[in-house]
Nanobody, 115 residues
């Protein structure tokens, strides 16, 4: 399984971005998927998660009401719509997919939010 993120950019506070994660390889083995982020000097934190069917989603309190996670299994893609971005959202964003016996990570995409 390979995961490749895209969509990161530099935006002003209040702006929006849509991150994508392209999934290839044994995609049928992937169940839940997640977006994490890691800011400089901070631990990697879970931003949002979604189940295999795309119906059950959960969010970190810091992004609730602003971010939306979704997936299109037919397109082999995971998404993160980010609205009303804040400077504290600045981080490298990583997608993660979990199978029965492994977690798979992408290399990340950078989001920079200026005030």
């Amino acid at each position: 399984v390979q995961l490749v993120e895209s969509g990161g950019d530099s935006v002003q506070a209040g702006g929006s971005l849509r991150l994508s994660c392209a999934i290839s390889g044994d995609t049928d083995s992937i169940n839940g998927m997640r977006w994490y982020r890691e800011a400089p000097g901070k631990q990697r934190e879970l931003v949002a998660r979604i189940d295999k069917g795309g119906r059950d989603t959960r969010y970190a309190d810091s992004v609730k009401g602003r971010f939306t996670i979704s997936r299109d299994n037919s397109a082999r893609s995971l998404y993160l719509q980010m609205n009303n971005l804040k400077p504290e959202d600045t981080a490298a964003y990583y997608c993660m997919g979990e199978s029965e016996d492994a977690w798979y990570w992408g290399l990340g995409t950078q989001v920079i939010v200026s005030s």
